[in-house]
């Protein structure tokens, strides 16, 4: 059967022959005739078969006259003020945005609670995040065949997360003297990639284990696949549909999207053998990994299969090591626009650690400031202005009887929701104590924290498919700034102020180009205990 695409560019195909023919025949009136009545065809034809949308207004046009065309242009690098723009109008309505690749359904806030519990049958995250991420053509729609990672860091890494704090720290030490300057001189460094390569090298230990964790060329895979998942995916959000199958030929990232995949394959399909043996053998060795877990959990021959075992390990490195990269890079780009605070959260850090003894299981959660610092970093430069990304799998009826159609890829205004007075009094000011003084309010003490989730805080989503790894983020971010703060000094250089952050449609970036300056702390309090201590 022709899809309604193949059928649109057959009828455009047409016109464009017609076109050549009637200009050949100077029979200008005919052609004009045709092209606009191949254009009515198709909008009558989209409108007949095309997903039926619901009712809502546009956000971000500027004048009625804008062509729409321009408005989803404007979207990729001006998102901000759209969303924003649309969130101050219809906050408590709904409202779509025209992106380039499709219209995307805004939806209140006060429906998350109804929506978060519903199973995949009804809204589906992953056919949403396959969408964004043109799954079918990025590798990424392994997440189609089950969501074996998923069960893995609920029920293993999460709840085993303090007794991998020390294998953590292992690989931390190791990496920050590998990836960090070990100098007195001032030494300007692009501190974004090197938190990136710290965190990709964490992650590698704690997915994989040693000695893969140092081998260059699988950290290399680890990385770049989410790079170049990201430039194919937007490449082809730009484009028609029907053109994807021939434009992905053209693209240099996807060939080394797969290319990754290749890799990863070739280096972690020997490993999962030699598990297999040595369990076999009554004989396992070494750590436990997030592999051998994933191994353990394999629920059927296609989950346990040891080329899918394998994308699975850049699955996972697509949704933790750029995410937490970028979240750990905005805080530190903040505490050095705002170097007043770097001696509050240093002290913290270093009194608790002195009080402990060392690091313990309690230690991170102690580091109150220091989260608070994370939380208000987050809420200012969110990983995107948008999330809880759904597709709805059938027609859903909300409680005041709103109707959103079968097929809607809807989502929630995450960044602006944060930027409301009535959420965050003074939301535009940067105040890192915000989240700390909010725990000292009665009966709030254990609430405010960075991975916790609510229908204002949806950055790590929320409920049911909320982000599995956010605790192993936190845990990998409050170290790495806790070292940072012990070990190191850092500014901007001269004349340099916090950087821009970039956007491409809804996703934030820190600038990758920016610079800071970093030395070897002076003056360091070398009495401050910092080694995993088993209490
Ligand atoms: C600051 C860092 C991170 C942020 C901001 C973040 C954010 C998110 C968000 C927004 C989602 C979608 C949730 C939803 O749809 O409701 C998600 C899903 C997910 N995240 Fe994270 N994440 C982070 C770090 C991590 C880490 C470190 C891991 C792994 C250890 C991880 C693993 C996952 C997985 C497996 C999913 C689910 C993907 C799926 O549905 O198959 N994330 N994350």
Redesign the pocket.
């Known amino acids: 059967m022709t899809s309604l695409h193949e059928t649109l560019a057959l009828r455009l195909a047409d016109a464009a022959e017609l076109v050549e023919y009637g200009w050949q025949e100077r029979n200008e009136w005919n052609v004009r005739f045709t092209i606009l009545g191949t254009i009515a065809i198709i909008s009558f034809v989209s409108w007949l078969f095309g997903p039926k949308s619901i009712k809502a207004p546009y956000a971000g046009y500027r004048s009625a006259w804008e062509p729409t065309f321009l408005l989803r242009l404007r979207f990729i690098s001006g998102a901000r003020p759209i969303i924003m723009d649309g969130y101050n109008k219809f906050k408590n309505g709904m409202f779509k945005l025209r992106r380039m690749d499709s219209d995307v359904l805004i939806i209140s806030n006060k429906y998350v609670d109804e929506l978060r519990q519903l199973p995949e049958t009804i809204i589906s995250?992953?056919y949403?995040?396959i969408k964004n991420v043109m799954g079918k053509y990025t590798t990424a729609d392994l997440?189609l065949e089950g969501?074996l990672?998923?069960r893995v860091?609920q029920a293993k890494?999460t709840p085993n997360l303090v007794q991998y704090m020390d294998i953590v720290q292992q690989e931390m030490d190791f990496a920050f003297e590998v990836e960090m300057p070990q100098s007195d001189d001032w030494t300007e460094v692009q501190i974004g990639d090197i938190i990136l390569r710290i965190i990709a090298r964490i992650?590698a230990r704690?997915?994989v284990g040693h000695p893969l964790c140092r081998n260059e060329e699988w950290l290399h895979a680890s990385i770049h696949y989410t790079e170049n998942l990201f430039m194919t995916a937007f490449a082809l959000r730009m484009t028609p549909t029907f053109v994807h199958p021939f434009l992905v030929w053209l693209l240099p990232s996807w060939y080394r999207v797969h290319q990754n995949l290749k890799t990863a394959k070739k280096l972690i399909v020997p490993l999962v053998k030699e598990h297999a043996a040595n369990i076999a053998a009554g004989n396992p060795k070494g750590d436990d990994t997030?592999l051998k877990w994933m191994m353990g959990m394999a629920e059927n021959e296609n989950e346990a299969n040891p080329n899918k075992l394998a994308h699975r390990q850049l699955?996972?490195s697509l949704?933790?090591?750029h995410?937490?990269g970028?979240?750990?890079t905005h805080t530190l780009y903040d505490l050095a626009a705002h170097p007043e605070y770097i001696t509050e959260m240093r002290e913290e850090v270093e009194s608790v650690l002195i009080e402990d003894g060392g690091m313990t299981k309690q230690t991170l959660s102690k580091f109150r400031k220091l989260e608070s610092l994370m939380k208000e970093s987050?809420r200012l430069n969110?990983?995107?202005y948008l999330?809880?990304?759904?597709t709805a799998m059938k027609p859903i009826t909300l409680s005041d009887g709103v109707q959103i159609p079968k097929g809607t890829h809807f989502a929630v205004a995450s960044g602006p929701i944060l930027l409301d007075a009535e959420n965050n009094p003074e939301p535009e000011k940067f105040d890192p104590l915000r989240f700390y003084r909010k725990r000292q309010n009665p009966g709030e003490a254990n609430k405010h924290l960075l991975p916790m989730?609510d229908k204002n805080h949806?950055?790590?989503?929320?409920?049911k498919?909320?982000?599995?790894?956010?605790f192993?983020?936190?845990l990998?971010?409050k170290m790495i700034l806790a070292r940072i703060l012990l070990d190191y000094e850092f500014k901007y250089p001269e004349g340099h102020g916090r950087p821009r952050n970039l956007t491409m449609d809804e996703n934030v970036l820190p600038d990758p180009a920016a610079r800071l300056l970093v030395r070897n702390r002076q003056g360091k309090n070398h009495n401050v205990p910092t080694k995993y201590v088993y209490a």
């Open positions: 995250p992953i949403a995040h997440m969501n990672h998923t860091l890494l992650s704690t997915f997030v699955l996972l949704a933790s090591i995410t937490t970028m979240a750990t987050q969110p990983p995107s999330a809880f990304n759904r989730t949806l950055h790590f989503g929320h409920g498919y909320a982000c599995p790894g956010r192993f983020a936190v990998e971010m």
